[in-house]
């Protein structure tokens, strides 16, 4: 088994924990009963009522799908797909020792085969006289004088499902249809007794193919009872199949934009350079240095200066040095003659004076030489 689906079993698993409710989901019947036949305890339902007095409907929910980041579906609530079922004559599932089963191996001779017709023919009167228990017991003689025929074994199932046993009807018309694959008695039997267990799609499978081989107004009504609640399951898998499908595009998408993002990041990045000291010459390129800033969301310090100004050439040496103790701020430095048109937009006045920058816009400002203070600035912003 594929890890993925592993993992996908263990939440599962834990949501059951959470929740033993879930186990009452028709969907979730076939492990259900898997869990019993081992003799596990299966708490009540409480997501049952009454309907009209005679009726019982269950609605059951499909559980919340585990570990499912809020980045894959895009902050939205998972959406419970809900189905509503007439489980009126669902069974609790039979957990008793399987029953005796034949020896396929043995020599069937004709004396055997006269034997096991005879028990079955006492079985048909027991089974009329409502005596089934007996009808079992010969029936059981017979499958033992004659393994090898599937009707002694069809008919033994159909005495089960009368008993309301699914199970063992269960493991009788598996082995009436190993030996015919085309036992309509097989897949009645089978099917009568997956309705029972409320396997409603198993069951509209089986009495389908009963029907085809061998039509009797019994399965036709069970048809009618089974084939409502298997098309409400399948149209339930169909809209829950929709939006995981709907959900695996948002997922595929939002990577999609999280590698572009990422592209775009180290394309910002890749301007930017780390521990040094960004020679900016015009307003345009100032503009594009700070929008780089932004997407790497990194703090910028626009730095105003002229070869002229002897302040300026004492602090620039100290700018220089910081850069290199704070990599990650983006040190920006523009002649105010050079890039008088930047000096204009950040309306600056005297030099040298230092703008402070994040996420484009202007959270602070220092003007004058002193390291110290600027220093100090830095490390305020810094974080």
Not at 23 to 43: C, D, E, M, V, W
Not at 157 to 177: G, T, W, Y
Request: hydrophobic content about 35%; proline content about 4%.
């Amino acid at each position: 088994m594929e890890a993925k689906k592993i993992e996908e079993l263990k939440s599962f698993v834990e949501q059951c924990k959470l929740n033993p409710s879930l186990l009452h989901t028709p969907s979730f019947a076939f492990f259900k009963n898997y869990l019993q036949s081992l003799g596990a305890k299966i708490p009540p339902s409480v997501k049952s009522e009454k309907d009209d007095g005679n009726h019982q409907k269950e609605k059951t929910f499909e559980s919340k799908k585990p570990n499912v980041s809020t980045d894959d579906i895009l902050n939205e609530d998972i959406i419970e797909s809900d189905v509503e079922l007439d489980n009126s004559d669902v069974v609790d599932p039979d957990n008793d020792p399987p029953q005796k089963m034949g020896d396929s191996s043995v020599e069937v001779t004709e004396e055997n085969q006269e034997a096991a017709q005879l028990s079955k023919a006492k079985a048909m009167d027991a089974i009329s006289e409502g005596k089934l228990n007996e009808a079992i017991d010969l029936l059981t003689e017979a499958i033992s004088l004659n393994p090898k025929s599937a009707i002694f074994y069809a008919n033994r199932a159909s005495v089960f499902v009368k008993m309301k046993k699914p199970n063992a009807a269960i493991r009788d018309a598996n082995a009436a249809l190993q030996i015919n694959a085309d036992s309509a008695k097989g897949y009645k039997a089978r099917g009568m007794a997956r309705a029972m267990l409320g396997l409603w799609e198993d069951a509209a499978r089986d009495l389908h193919v009963a029907s085809n081989l061998d039509f009797d107004e019994e399965i036709n009504v069970m048809l009618k009872k089974v084939e409502p609640n298997a098309n409400k399951i399948e149209e339930h898998r169909r809209k829950y199949e929709r939006v995981r499908k709907e959900r695996e595009l948002k997922r595929i998408d939002l990577e999609r934009q999280k590698r572009q993002s990422k592209s775009k990041d180290a394309e910002a990045a890749a301007v930017l350079k780390d521990g040094e000291i960004i020679g900016i010459h015009s307003a345009s390129e100032l503009k594009v240095k700070l929008k780089a800033a932004t997407k790497t969301s990194r703090l910028a310090i626009i730095y105003f200066t002229a070869t002229w100004c002897g302040p300026c050439r004492y602090i620039s040496p100290v700018y220089t040095s910081l850069a290199g103790k704070y990599p990650k701020i983006v040190f920006l430095k523009l002649d105010v003659d050079e890039a008088s048109d930047a000096a204009a937009e950040w309306n600056v006045s005297s030099i040298p004076s230092f703008f402070f920058v994040k996420n484009g816009k202007e959270v602070d400002k220092f003007v004058g030489a002193d390291k110290d203070s600027l220093e100090k600035k830095i490390a305020q912003h810094a974080g």
